[in-house]
């Protein structure tokens, strides 16, 4: 069963930084493109970032552009997403998403989220 | 930036109706569009890609349809757990991958 399981949230100042962590398990992790989608309280889905299978590419929403970055540890089976910078406007639950197929940028697999509040 | 239009907002309707939901892109998107449904406190969960490919698992009730610019997703009769935000997406020019704005199917 494809399991992601994200990590990392929580109650951050403004300028904070913070990092996410998403544990993939049930697939194999290496082969696989994957994506973060931020969701802002009772707002619809913003992709923010996808990264490819080698993580060789990696493209940002110019919304995150030079404030997040996102890499994989293939052998570990995990994605991260480093966030600086933070602004009021990064609140969201932020998802760790798989990809249909590598290349594909087509979520199918989503984890259940985490919660990041960027409040002081 | 392909913007995508959803309408309507809100659909009421009653279990055993039929949902059809649309969905407008700013240009053309072929047949590279996606359509998740998601439920309160819930991930978004893939119902249809490439306009009209059912997701795995998804029941025949889901059917999409459409290319180029104008699509639609079609519940065929309402089910008591298919109340709930449906989103599409497109993947034809990206980055960045876009939604719409979501459509809330409420019971009436």
């Known amino acids: 069963e494809v399991q992601l399981v994200e990590s990392g949230g929580g109650l951050v100042q403004p300028g904070g930084s913070l990092r996410l962590s998403c544990a993939a398990s049930g697939f194999t992790f290496s082969t696989y493109s994957m994506n973060w989608v931020r969701q802002a309280p009772g707002k619809g889905l913003e992709w923010i970032s996808y990264i490819s299978s080698s993580g060789k590419t990696i493209y940002y929403a110019d919304s995150v552009k030079g404030r997040f970055t996102i890499s994989r540890d293939n052998a570990k089976n995990s994605l991260f997403l480093q966030m600086t910078s933070l602004r009021a406007e990064d609140t969201a639950v932020y998802f760790c998403a798989r990809d249909l197929y590598s290349g594909s940028s087509l979520p199918d697999y989503w984890g259940q989220g985490t919660l990041v509040t960027v409040s002081s | 930036e392909i913007v995508l239009t959803q309408s309507p907002a809100t659909l009421s309707l009653s279990p055993g109706e039929r949902a059809t939901l649309s969905c407008r892109a700013s240009?053309?998107?072929?047949?590279?569009l996606a359509w998740y449904q998601q439920k309160p406190g819930q991930a978004p969960r893939l119902l249809i890609y490439?306009?009209?490919n059912r997701a795995t698992g998804i029941p025949a009730r889901f059917s999409g349809s459409g290319s180029g610019t104008d699509f639609t997703l079609t519940i065929s009769s309402l089910e008591p757990e298919d109340f709930a935000v449906y989103y599409c997406?497109?993947?034809?020019?990206?980055?960045?991958?876009?939604f719409g704005g979501g459509t809330k199917v409420a019971i009436k």
């Open positions: 997406q497109q993947r034809s020019s990206w980055p960045p991958l876009t």
């Open positions: 240009q053309s998107v072929s047949n590279y």
């Open positions: 490439d306009a009209s």
